[in-house]
């Protein structure tokens, strides 16, 4: 037996419907990564983008587990003095909840061109709307568990 390797041009990419209403959202994350990647393909290399695209609709309806609306904060630096800026996670998901969704499943793809380009495949809405019926995407059930 050989080892296939796939190549660019063979990889075929579907289109997948996510509704986020009411799931957990490191669930959801760690599951549209993985099909962003192209894992749940048998021609996954790790080298060739073999993920396919995905929507993800009603974001700001999102579910979180714990005490985590009050208590986790994102942070980022400016890189000037005293550039220090927070904002709560409750904060967040009430201003820019497809910022949120799209953040989680960014940290779980690889930090480095090719996780830059798997993360341009993902589309989220924070609505149940989206204007990508053309592509005739699937939809994806995310079980909860």
Do not use: C
């Not at 960014?106 to 053309?134: C, D, F, I, Q, T």
Request: charged content about 35%.
């Amino acid at each position: 037996m050989k080892t296939i390797s796939a190549k660019k041009e063979e990889v075929k990419q579907d289109w997948h419907l996510v509704d986020a209403d009411g799931k957990v959202l490191g669930r959801l994350a760690s599951r549209v990564a993985s099909i962003l990647r192209g894992k749940h393909k048998p021609i996954f290399t790790p080298h060739v983008d073999t993920g396919d695209f995905v929507i993800i609709v009603n974001a700001g309806k999102v579910r979180l587990t714990g005490a985590k609306r009050e208590d986790k904060v994102y942070y980022h630096h400016s890189g000037y003095p005293d550039g220090l800026k927070s904002r709560s996670l409750k904060k967040f998901l009430e201003e820019k909840p497809e910022e949120l969704v799209r953040r989680s499943i960014g940290g779980m793809l690889p930090k480095n061109k090719l996780g830059r380009e798997m993360l341009k495949k993902l589309k989220v809405y924070n609505g149940s709307e989206h204007p990508h019926e053309a592509q005739m995407p699937r939809t994806l059930t995310i079980e909860e568990g």
